[in-house]
């Protein structure tokens, strides 16, 4: 009995173990597919691989600017449209991913990030250097609710 529960035990916490890996193997091919769109040679490629990570009616909240969480039928169309808008616009950035944190359906990641370029629309210079947490919740192995807090 003691070797049957021993060995479910076992079985058990390997599947967690092996989740949480899978979580944090995604965690980090994410923040690098993420990584790659705001290189100043960037690619609407590039973009297409890092919404593969995303379902369709992914939700993105951005606080404190964007409070709204609501999934949509076309969050991913939207999230296209604006990282299509900024392709680009970079002419310099830099990105360090420094934590990638596990959970049940979920993946928490830090970075830091510098960035300089100009805006398509206002021609104005910007340089913005920041601390983010990202909060992914997973869905069918997917994001579907982008939780984004900077500094």
């Keep these: 009995m003691k070797r049957w529960m021993l060995a479910s035990f076992a079985l058990i916490w390997s599947f967690v173990a092996s ?29 297409e691989h890092y919404l593969s ?47 990638v944190i596990p959970a049940h359906n979920a993946v928490v990641i830090t970075y830091t990030t510098s960035s300089q370029g100009i805006h398509p629309q206002t021609k104005e210079l910007v340089e913005l250097h920041y601390s983010t947490m990202e909060v992914l919740e997973i869905e069918d192995g997917k994001v579907a609710v982008i939780r984004k807090y900077e500094e």
């Design 19 to 47: 989740a949480e890996n899978d979580l944090s193997e995604f965690g980090k091919q994410y923040f690098s597919a993420w990584v790659a769109t705001q290189s100043p040679s960037a690619t609407k490629n590039d973009i």
């Design 53 to 99: 990570f995303l379902k369709s009616d992914v939700a993105h909240q951005h606080l404190p600017y964007d409070s709204d969480d609501s999934r949509l039928p076309d969050g991913k169309k939207r999230i296209r449209e604006g990282m299509l808008f900024y392709l680009g616009a970079h002419s310099a950035h830099e990105a360090t991913l420094e934590h």
